[in-house]
């Protein structure tokens, strides 16, 4: 029997005498497994021990173990300083399908069936070049919505309600990445706080849905119904032609740090599971209190076996990485992009087609990966969120000032480009991620309103979240009624999300900044289960016609292969689906080694012409001007094209009254901080 063999069939499975348990443990020196009264989950009716083999894997058998019984494990070891054996409490299933809540933060496993009528049900494959990821969060993208029942709510099944699909079908988005769903409770600092954990980042079982977010009637059904209404969301989704996304944090646990709960992998075997030095000190490169450590097979093991059961029985799409790199970490901690989880992720035949996105960092030493994660990943791409801030906000505040900008505008180029200077040419553009906002930091909104976070609401005296926020309040830190400060921040909103759809590489767009959704300049609102974090479905006037906007850009970007391309172009080569670029300056000129270089040129035009595969040929011109005083710009003169046609102008609300087009050599000025995209027509055969 092979290693992996070894580890076949781990968790609890239904065979035809009775349900069988096997779990893993080297360093454990007996198990029990522990099956619970349907009604009363302090009364044990049965206790089997469980028998290790060769492998060490632990196997108990009882006919009692059948669907919907609650069950758990006891584990009695040796004392150590990399141990912590408690005999005495009963540990949660690592592989369990089903959780009972049987007390406060009290939860027993329990076997659940599974089955369910997909009734035809298949996943919509959305090509990487053709997806728009949404980032929300369960509760708080419907809780307020007005056009469902109330007890759907922040739900499962208000996710999947028409209300919403059609929302998110009207905007034009192809995915949605779920801030965590598997079951999470909320830290032991927070509890005492009297706050929650909202965000979900603190996984308390790696298989199971999260509970709470299931409608109560699913609630008091029980596990089978929580996962049937998770499924039933997945169905509902898919059918709308929309992808599922989970975004899933394996790099630790919420057993937090030594002294905290011990609940399941710590009493399982604590010197396998965690990382630690032979002294028993936990070595935490995540910040939150202990490091699982994929130094070892069989912690890799539990995340492919995790990985595979929602991509295969739950019909999952894709999953975000929630810091990656410490998945990439070796068993000297070191990370290494051929780590083998990350590469048997990618391989994995059950895995295939799977879309695999990369939070490429951690707190530790060397943490740092954006770039460095093997072919088939993309990855979260900071040095595009960091650029395109600085461009739009905090440049054009230091100009303001009297100040030199940062950079000019060859940074930005390479970032709408597709950061061809982080990924490889074998990579591509679909490689980056690109990003503004995120669930973690300011919204859009609050970029453009606030020049330091506000976060003594949080508890911890506003010591919490990134000082580093490359945002500009235009003047005015806060809210205001200053009519000049609104019109300038909703351009740079504009600007924003102009640049996040326009460019090279897989947009993803935050829930709520499609029509301004704020904060109040908290930058870390984790822990704030409230209308602070909920969308608000009621949209002020400007707020609808941000949100036309961001739909107008969507819907170019899906017209216009030219911006969307899967490979990066080589001089002198034409390389299928990558498209030709051609770059200018405002006098309409190529641009010379000073235009890219020098921090006082602000302005450009970029010219892309698609290379098509499977879609007809297409070329665009975009326009692109970084600072707040007008300037006139001269169309370039380009073999092939005979005009232009404007498409968006991010000067305007409303581009109706804007002159259509223009020849080859035209004059026209671009107002100030704006941008503008252009189709270019081909000259005649």
Known sequence: ?????????????????????RIWSEHAESIELCIFDHTDPNWIVRTVPMVRDAHNVWVGRSRTLTAGRRYGIRVSGPAGPTHSFHPEKTLIDPYARGLA????????STMVDGGFDWAGSVKPNTPMDHTVV???????????????????????????????????????????????????????????????????????NFFTPHADYATQASQSEGPEAVLREFKGMVKLLHEAGLEVILDVVYNHTAEEGPAGPVTSLRGIDNATY???????????????????????????????????????????????????????????????????????????????????????????????????????????????RDRMRSFWLTDVAAVRNNSTSDSGIGRFASRLA???????????????????????????????????????????????????????????????????????????MRNLLGTLLLSAGVPMLTAGDEFGRSQRGNNNAYCHDSELTWLDWDFDDWQQDLHRVTRQLLALRRQNPALRPVRFGRPGFTTPSASQMDWY??????????????????????????????????????????????????????????????????????????????????????????MLLLRAEDAPA
């Open 101 to 108: 809540r049987v007390g406060p933060d009290q939860w027993q």
């Open 134 to 204: 949404y980032e929300a969060h369960v509760r708080g993208l419907s809780k307020l919505n007005p056009s469902m029942p109330v007890e759907l709510r922040g739900t499962y099944a208000g996710l999947a309600h028409e209300s919403t699909i059609a929302y998110l079908k009207n905007l034009g988005v192809t995915a949605v990445e779920l801030l965590p769903v598997q079951s999470f409770v909320s830290e032991q600092r927070l509890i005492k706080q009297g706050l929650s954990n909202y965000w979900g980042y603190n996984t308390f």
């Open 585 to 674: 300056n405002a006098a309409g000129q190529s641009m010379s080694e000073t235009d890219w270089n020098s921090p006082q040129e602000r302005t450009l035009q970029y010219l892309a012409a698609s290379t098509p595969e499977h879609e007809a040929f297409n070329r665009i011109l975009l326009i692109v001007h970084g600072l707040e005083t007008p300037v006139d710009v001269t169309l370039p003169l380009h073999t092939g094209v005979s005009g232009y046609t404007v498409l968006w102008d991010s000067s305007h609300d409303d581009i109706r009254e804007v002159q259509s087009s223009y020849m080859p050599g035209a004059r026209l000025t671009m107002g100030g901080t704006s």
């Open 274 to 384: 965690y990382r630690q030095n032979a002294k028993g000190h936990y070595i935490d490169v995540t910040g939150c209190g202990n490091t699982v450590d994929f130094g070892h097979e069989v912690p890799r093991r539990l995340v492919l076996d995790s990985l595979r059961y929602w991509a295969e029985e739950v019909q999952i799409d894709g999953f975000r990485f929630d810091l990656a790199a410490t998945l990439g970490r070796d068993e000297n901690v070191h990370y290494t992009p051929e780590h083998p989880l990350l590469t048997a992720i990618r391989d994995d035949p059950a895995l295939a087609g799977v879309k695999l996105i990369a939070e490429p960092w951690d707190v530790g030493m060397g943490g740092w990966q954006t770039g460095n994660f093997p072919t088939g990943w993309s990855e979260w791409n900071d040095r595009y």
């Open 1 to 21: 029997m092979t290693p992996a063999d070894s580890l076949r069939n781990l968790g609890v499975r239904a065979t035809s005498n009775g349900g069988e348990l």
């Open 418 to 492: 597709g950061s061809a200077n982080t990924f490889s040419l074998e990579r591509g553009p679909l490689a980056s991620l690109n990003f503004i906002t995120a669930h973690d930091g300011f919204t859009m909104a609050d970029l453009t309103a606030y020049n330091v976070k506000h976060n003594v609401g949080n508890g911890e005296a506003n010591r919490d979240g990134t000082d580093g926020n490359n945002s500009f309040n235009h003047g005015v830190e806060g809210p205001t009624r200053d009519v000049t400060v609104l019109r300038t921040r909703r351009r740079a």
